[in-house]
C-alpha cells in the first residue's frame, strides 16, 4: 500500500501563491505516477496535474497550464504542486494521489491511493 500526506493549504488573496506537498510512505517502488486534483463543493473531482514518478513527464489541466507547476523529489518521496496567480475560482479541496499502472492519468478512476486532502480558498 501507499500512504500519502498533503499539506500547505490554507487562504490566500488572488493573485497570491500558495505550494502543495504531498508525502509518500509505504510501497513507494511501486508508483508510476503522482496527480493532483481538486473537487468544489457541489462538483466532480477533477484533474489538475500529473508527474510520472520515474521519468518526471507532466500533464496539466488547461485551467491551470501557466500558474501551476507539478515537480517531485525522489529522495524525499514528495510531490509538490507551485500554484501561481490564484484565482476564486480555484478554491477548492485538494487531492494528491497515486497511479500504480499506466493510464492516461486524468481520471480519478485511474489512481489508486489518495491522500485527506488540503483546503485551498481564494478570497477575491
Known amino acids: ?7 500547505g493549504g490554507g487562504l490566500v488573496q488572488a493573485g ?8 509518500a510512505s509505504g510501497r513507494t517502488f511501486s508508483i508510476y505516477r503522482m496527480g493532483w486534483f481538486r ?3 457541489g462538483t466532480e473531482r477533477e484533474f489538475v496535474a500529473f508527474i510520472n514518478w520515474s521519468g518526471g513527464s507532466t ?3 488547461d485551467s491551470v497550464k501557466g500558474r501551476f507547476t507539478i515537480s517531485k523529489d525522489n ?12 484565482k476564486p475560482e480555484d478554491t477548492a479541496v485538494f487531492y494528491c494521489a497515486s497511479s500504480l499502472r499506466i493510464r492516461s492519468g486524468t481520471r ?10 488540503t483546503q485551498v480558498t481564494v478570497s477575491s
Do not use: F, H, I, K
Request: glycine fraction near 6%; hydrophobic fraction near 35%.
Open 16 to 23: 497570491g501563491s500558495l505550494r502543495l506537498s504531498c508525502a
Open 59 to 61: 500533464a496539466y489541466a
Open 39 to 41: 473537487q468544489a463543493p
Open 1 to 7: 500500500q501507499v500512504q500519502l500526506v498533503e499539506s
Open 75 to 86: 529522495a524525499r518521496n514528495t510531490v509538490y504542486l507551485q500554484m501561481n496567480s490564484l
Open 108 to 117: 480519478a478512476y485511474e489512481y489508486d491511493y489518495w491522500g485527506q486532502g
